[in-house]
């Protein structure tokens, strides 16, 4: 095998993505369970951000994924350049027992992704707390009207308590990625 067929068969790519949406909507709480065991944060203070990685592999490709998670709101109004700086994707997450956590998806969080990440930039939507289902509020057919509405690459419900599609919304988010890099897997 040439070096050039090596390299083919191990492709590595370094994202930065953002998790997106008001507090206590459990952005913290998605990442960590997706991190498992593995967990590793290197906090920001003065960034007002959380910055997690991880590795995964999708076939033969291996993606290292930096991860940005506000750890407070407040300080975030004056860093937002420098969160959304690289970034390739964003999690758009609201809670289903909370009506303005999906309002404030379409007129904060993404046009703040749209100001900032202007080329490049997907993002998919995602309902959490699914496992709350006495408190839910917002019918998964609503998530669905958004994530078409604001053209999100993908619309999943998670619960980040129960562990329920953490893999499959991240996978989601990174191989629309890689797609938009024009990376065939
Ligand atoms: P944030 O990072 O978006 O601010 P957190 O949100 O991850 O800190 O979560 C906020 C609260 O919601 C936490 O509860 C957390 O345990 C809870 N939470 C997060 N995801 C889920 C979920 O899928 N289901 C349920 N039932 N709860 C969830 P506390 O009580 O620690 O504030
Ligand atoms: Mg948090």
């Not at 507090?23 to 920001?44: C, H, M, P, R, W």
């Not at 003065?46 to 709101?73: E, F």
């Not at 953490?166 to 890689?178: C, G, K």
């Amino acid at each position: 095998m040439s070096n050039e067929e090596a390299n083919l068969d191990e492709r590595e790519f370094v994202y930065k993505i953002v998790i997106l949406g008001d507090a206590a909507v459990g952005k913290t709480s998605l990442i960590s369970q997706f991190v498992e065991g593995s967990f590793n944060e290197d906090y920001k203070p003065t960034l007002g951000a959380n910055i997690v990685r991880k590795d995964v592999n999708l076939n033969s490709t291996k993606v290292r994924l930096i991860m940005w998670d506000l750890a407070g709101q407040e300080k975030y109004q004056v860093v937002r350049s420098m969160y959304f700086q690289g970034c390739q994707g964003a999690l758009l997450v609201y809670d289903v027992t909370r009506y303005n956590t999906l309002d404030n998806i379409n007129t904060k969080w993404l046009q703040d992704f749209k100001k900032y990440v202007k080329k490049k930039g997907v993002f998919i939507l995602i309902g959490n707390k699914s496992d709350l289902k006495d408190q839910r509020v917002i019918p998964t057919e609503k998530g669905k009207d958004m994530a078409s509405k604001i053209k999100a690459s993908h619309f999943i419900e998670t619960s980040a308590k129960l562990g329920e599609n953490i893999e499959e919304a991240f996978s989601l988010l990174v191989q629309e990625i890689l797609g938009n890099h024009g990376v065939n897997l």
